[in-house]
């Protein structure tokens, strides 16, 4: 997310179980609703709980007026101060979107569920593998667009769904609001992953590897600051400097960056910052992931000298993994509006 890193690599074994309790609503007349109440977008993650996908989405919906609301199977992991409204398939509002991050058991089970309700789109917002979903059939023919950040990743969401056509490339709304680069001397920002998995998602190998790394580099003399996964156990860091602002705009301060590949990487690259991978045997990332990194290491001893010899990712490398750069979010809700207006059209 989110935003989110390695917590989708096994998204599509992450299964809630949901489908037999949350049988579809009884049909209403969308297209009437629509005209009487502000834009409303619902939107259904591989991580079910994983509100920070949703949160860099907040701020367009807001200069347009419409509403975003993320589907949860229930509130008991919401906090009341997260800005991202949400409802279960029990309360779900009236709306005009219904877009699915994922082919899991969350995101296919809200598709079944409002199948009649309104049209459907698929948008990526965390990298997924390219390898298509278990669930993916089962709306990929209802699919009315399909979105992502950019080339590369256009690529691995059309494998992941097993979509044959064309990929609208947007750009990541993460990159709309990047900081200005001000490395600090010595100052290396980590970036964890998640260690224990949980109903919300699955967890990523390399954490010990990443731990022993950020060791030799205290060692050596560097300053840690570890930028935590929203759902990594933030005591495994606790030694350490943790960022009290997301990994993004930590890294603005930071000489150089290592950590376990995943989401976060490609925007951390767009800001200029050099980035080191840790790379578990275990570990399956996309190849433009890694692309993105100066270098990767599979044991600790080589942390130092990767760090000290890091170089910022190229324009090229960057563009494949978060496509064009400003105006995403514009781009995606554009793109999300336009399906909604041509739904109307043919509903009227």
Same mark, same amino acid.
Request: glycine share 6%.
């Given at each position: 997310m989110?935003?989110t890193?390695r917590?989708?690599?096994r998204?599509?074994?992450v299964?809630?179980?949901? @489908?037999a ?10 297209p009437a609703m @629509? ?6 977008v619902?939107?259904?993650t591989n ?18 007026g ?12 919401i906090l009341?101060t997260?800005p ?7 309360d779900v509002p009236?709306?005009d979107l219904?877009v699915?991050?994922g082919?899991s ?18 948008s990526s917002?965390?990298?997924l593998?390219?390898?298509?979903a278990?669930?993916?059939?089962e709306?990929?023919?209802?699919l009315?667009?399909v979105?992502? @950040?950019s ?11 097993g979509w044959k ?14 900081p200005?680069?001000?490395?600090q001397?010595?100052r ?12 919300t998602?699955g967890?990523?190998p390399g ?5 022993d790394a ?15 996964h ?11 400097e ?6 993004v705009q930590?890294?603005?301060t930071?000489?150089c960056a290592v950590?376990i ?5 490609p ?24 692309d993105v990194?100066?270098?990767?290491i ?6 130092i000298?990767?760090?000290e ?15 064009p750069?400003?105006g995403?979010?514009r781009r995606?809700?554009s793109a999300?509006?336009t399906?909604?207006t041509?739904?109307? @059209?043919?509903?009227a």
């Amino acid at each position: 997310m989110t935003m989110t890193r390695r917590s989708l690599l096994r998204a599509s074994g992450v299964g809630v179980g949901l @489908a037999a309790v949350s049988p579809a609503l009884p049909a209403m007349a969308w297209p009437a609703m @629509a005209s009487s109440r502000r834009t409303r977008v619902l939107l259904a993650t591989n991580e079910p709980w994983g509100t920070y996908h949703a949160a860099p989405l907040l701020a367009e919906a807001a200069r347009r007026g419409w509403e975003l609301v993320q589907l949860v199977p229930d509130r008991s992991v919401i906090l009341p101060t997260d800005p991202v409204k949400v409802a279960t398939l029990d309360d779900v509002p009236p709306a005009d979107l219904l877009v699915v991050n994922g082919a899991s058991d969350w995101p296919a089970d809200c598709a079944a569920a409002l199948r009649r309700k309104m049209p459907l789109v698929a948008s990526s917002l965390a990298y997924l593998q390219p390898k298509e979903a278990p669930r993916a059939h089962e709306f990929r023919s209802r699919l009315e667009l399909v979105s992502a @950040a950019s080339p590369a990743e256009s690529d691995v969401f059309a494998a992941y769904l097993g979509w044959k056509r064309r990929v609208r490339m947007v750009g990541s709304p993460q990159t709309d609001t990047l900081p200005r680069y001000q490395p600090q001397t010595d100052r290396v920002l980590v970036l964890t992953s998640v260690t224990h998995p949980d109903p919300t998602g699955g967890a990523a190998p390399g954490t010990q590897l990443l731990l022993d790394a950020a060791a030799k580099l205290e060692a050596a003399g560097k300053h840690i600051v570890v930028g935590l996964h929203p759902r990594e156990d933030r005591k495994l860091w606790e030694r350490y400097e943790i960022s009290p602002v997301p990994s993004v705009q930590a890294s603005a301060t930071a000489e150089c960056a290592v950590g376990i590949p995943g989401t976060v990487f490609p925007i951390v690259a767009a800001v200029g910052v050099p980035l080191v991978g840790c790379v578990d045997p275990a570990l399956q990332v996309p190849d433009y992931i890694l692309d993105v990194c100066s270098s990767t290491i599979d044991s600790p001893d080589e942390a130092i000298e990767a760090i000290e010899s890091a170089r910022p990712a190229s324009r090229g490398d960057v563009f494949a993994a978060v496509g064009p750069i400003g105006g995403s979010a514009r781009r995606l809700y554009s793109a999300w509006n336009t399906t909604i207006t041509c739904s109307l @059209a043919q509903a009227a």
